[in-house]
């Protein structure tokens, strides 16, 4: 096929600023989120789809496996504040945690919501820019079009670490 390369150049709007910025909203960017923000810092956490949990709610597989080693509880942070919402047993035998995933994502909402973390749904990350080797916006798909977001920091938890790639790191 015939290779054409077309330039584009448009004008974003910076939709708003940040402390951190965290792609993705599976359990690794919302216990990124909500722990920097626990820490007082103002924080925005874009989501492609619209709504919480990754792949476990998406494919509505959510499942904990293992929390310990026959003896001893191995989790904390935001993983054992999660696994203490469905009030599972903490008899340490080595089994797996069915769940309902309505419940999962509620829980999601509710640690992000009551954190103040801003959430932004159906928002995917289509480039970066960056000066001096340090990403200063990520540039966004919105349901309103293209914007930019600032942040002091960028956290990728995207299951295909997209934000690292446009941003030029190696994964």
Not at 12 to 24: I, M, Q, R
Not at 69 to 92: A, C, M, P, Q, T
Not at 93 to 115: M, P, Q, T
Request: charged share 20%; hydrophobic share 45%.
């Amino acid at each position: 096929g015939v290779i054409m390369e077309i330039s584009y150049s448009k004008t974003l709007s910076l939709y708003t600023s940040a402390d951190v910025f965290v792609a993705g909203g599976g359990p690794s960017g919302i216990a990124a989120a909500v722990s920097a923000a626990r820490l007082g810092k103002r924080v925005v956490l874009v989501e492609q789809t619209g709504v919480l949990g990754g792949a476990s709610i998406l494919c509505m597989v959510a499942e904990f496996m293992t929390f310990d080693d026959g003896e001893n509880f191995l989790s904390g942070g935001i993983g054992r504040e999660v696994f203490d919402k469905f009030s599972f047993s903490h008899v340490y035998n080595r089994i797996s945690y069915g769940i309902r995933y309505e419940e999962l994502k509620r829980v999601y909402d509710e640690l992000v919501l009551d954190a103040g973390v801003e959430v932004m749904f159906y928002t995917k990350i289509v480039d970066v820019i960056a000066e001096d080797g340090l990403v200063k916006y990520a540039v966004l798909s919105t349901p309103s079009g293209l914007q930019t977001v600032e942040a002091k920091m960028f956290i990728d938890c995207t299951g295909s670490g997209i934000l690292a790639d446009f941003a030029g790191a190696e994964y």
